[in-house]
């Protein structure tokens, strides 16, 4: 494949470009899902409250690409954190899925108040351990829910999913994961496709480039080192942000967009969510 993988902390290779599929309608996820596949995306993220886990895992038995090709992410939400029951929600999403291991299992959010992350996250090595999944991380931990967890743990996080665009660089996180060795996965990283893709500066590069806003952006998070995981239901742009990898930002482009960011976020602030 074009896309090139990362290697995550434990060795298992992960595609640096996927596709997301919150908001996809469980009766259009098989057939979006097919569309990405043809289109020569090979990783999936999906998690069990995008209720969608059984038309992405039809797309994705259905497809008729080896197993071992393919890279398959889901989530624990928060209503099942703890340790019996994550074990019991994995069991569920594996069922939907119709597969026998997901590539990536990541708690969806840290939920701090309930204070129930760490038990949750023993579950996921023992998921781990039993094959079942061949990595597993989080998703939105800020670095103090990180230092917690790999304090009290034996298996570093592989992944921290967090929300990342231009708007919201996240320097501070990507820092925090580098040290450890997690890989900073990017959701929303087309700031939902809202008017990031208006931004003067997106359109100039984009012009200079000859290519889409939404391509500038996504090349920006690949050569910053991001895995990216963009949504689409529309055709052409699927194929559109996969189409990443035959041009590269120069030092001037990437200075530009360095100037972009302004701290804001879209989703809610990760201490927040109970
Ligand atoms: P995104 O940044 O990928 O933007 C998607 C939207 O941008 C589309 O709905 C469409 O309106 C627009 N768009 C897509 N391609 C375009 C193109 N080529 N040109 C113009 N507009 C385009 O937003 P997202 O869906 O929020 O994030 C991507 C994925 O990240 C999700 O599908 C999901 O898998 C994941 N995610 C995870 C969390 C989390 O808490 N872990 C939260 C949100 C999203």
Do not use: C
Not at 13 to 21: I, S, Y
Not at 68 to 94: I, M, P, Y
Not at 181 to 188: F, K, N
């Amino acid at each position: 494949s074009q896309v090139p993988s990362i290697t995550l902390n434990n060795g298992v290779a992960m595609p640096q470009l996927g596709f997301g599929v919150w908001q996809v309608p469980d009766d259009e996820a098989e057939q979006v899902v097919t569309t990405a596949l043809e289109a020569g995306y090979r990783s999936i993220d999906t998690a069990a409250v995008y209720k969608n886990e059984t038309g992405t895992g039809r797309a994705v038995t259905g497809s008729g690409i080896a197993r071992e090709e393919l890279f398959v992410t889901t989530k624990l939400w928060n209503t099942e954190q703890g340790h019996d029951s994550t074990l019991r929600a994995f069991d569920a999403s594996l069922e939907r899925l119709g597969l026998d291991y997901v590539d990536l299992y990541l708690i969806h959010w840290p939920m701090p108040a309930r204070d129930t992350y760490v038990d949750t996250y023993r579950a996921l090595e023992k998921i781990l351990a039993d094959g079942r999944a061949k990595a597993i991380g989080v998703s939105n931990f800020l670095p103090e829910h990180l230092e917690r967890l790999i304090g009290e743990t034996s298996v570093v996080p592989a992944v921290n999913q967090i929300e990342l665009h231009p708007r919201l660089q996240q320097q501070a996180a990507r820092t925090a994961h580098a040290a450890h060795g997690i890989a900073t996965e990017a959701w929303s990283p087309l700031g939902q496709g809202k008017d990031l893709l208006e931004v003067p500066t997106v359109l100039a590069v984009a012009r200079k480039h000859d290519r889409t806003p939404a391509q500038v952006v996504l090349r920006w998070h690949l050569q910053l080192g991001n895995v990216v995981i963009p949504k689409s239901v529309t055709p052409s742009r699927i194929a559109e942000n996969f189409d990443v990898f035959g041009f590269e930002l120069d030092a001037d482009d990437l200075a530009a967009f360095a100037a972009l960011d302004e701290g804001k976020r879209l989703g809610p602030h990760p201490a927040d969510v109970e």
